[in-house]
């Protein structure tokens, strides 16, 4: 299931070669604000080039409603990315459409163009045969690096794969090997870290870990939900009284092996200023709220990741954008770090604590597709990975 040739498995020399990225950047003014994404891009387009490949990039940038709009145009990614490159970029101002196939028709070895936005082609998000056909008639072979929306049968993700070999660009490669090897294969102890706002999110996240790993330690707002699940009266904390139910029965089926917290952090109001203690676990008294795990459940929790071999970690333990609750995050992050284990960080707030901590480079891998990295650790074949070549 996750062993996929990658494009060094193939010959792309003299060929024009689809890729998709995830050049899905903040853009202000006409600039890119934040290009972690295009730089993850760069190994796999640089490989390419080296190896006398044309290359023609296709992305989707947010979420234009029905059609192009200029605020969501790639135009400022290819001005981006020439710089980067240190090569001129060319752009087709349509994604598949007469003035792809032209710029796609002139390029050659070499050289690198980007297609507007997938998502101004209305029969993108819906995998429409005709549009994939359209885009694999520009290319001889299909690369995708875009882990991010590897979880959408998009026509450019799934559809054209359908129509030309496809294999995984470097970076799909590292998220298909690394996640995937933590599920189908892990070395244990096998350690989850589940935080974050709801557990209606990762029910069946919760569900699967439970099934493969050794513990599943809980942090975060979801943490209140089991909490009210088994009594306690939780004043003002965030609470998904519709999930009540489904804690009681993750609590149940869970046993020994899901950990809630032995104490937290209330405060009287959500401010970095307000009145905060620590509190064992019990009723949260009305005008309080819980915004961070305590200083007893980091040192439980750190016991437990330093016993482990491979640990899986996804949402903050606390308010973590607050520096005084975000100790608990930081702690976590600090033991996660310090583990030796084989460490795989997904979703975006946990990679932003992760880096606001200083401690991304002691992670084994920081995934780039918090719904796509969710979906696997739930077990869900990805249509986006599934549509890729099989070594044999």
Known sequence: MFNKKSVADIDVNGKKVL????????????QVGDDT???AALPTIRYLLAHNAAVILCSHLGRPKGGPDPAFSLKPVAEHLAGLLGQP???AGDFA?????????KIKPGDVLLLENTRFEAGETKNNPELSQRLASLADIFVNDAFGSAHRAHSSTEGVAQYLPAVSGFLMEKEIQYLGEAIANPKRPFIAILGGAKVSDKIG????????TDQVLIGGGMANTFFKAEGYPMGDSLVEDEALETAREL???????LRLPVDVVIADRMENEAQSKTVSVGAVPEGWRILDIGPETIQAYAKAIQSANTVVWNGPMGVFELPKFATGTFGIAQAVADSGATSIIGGGDSVAAVNQSGLAGKITHISTGGGASLEMLEGIVLPGVAALQDKS
């Open 19 to 30: 890729v998709r990225v995830d050049f899905n950047v903040p853009i202000k003014n006409g």
């Open 37 to 39: 994404r295009i730089r």
């Open 89 to 91: 970029v060319n752009f």
């Open 97 to 105: 459409g007469p003035l792809s196939v032209e710029a796609a028709a």
């Open 205 to 212: 996240v919760i569900r699967n870990l439970l099934k493969i």
């Open 251 to 257: 609590l149940a089926e869970g046993g020994q092996h």
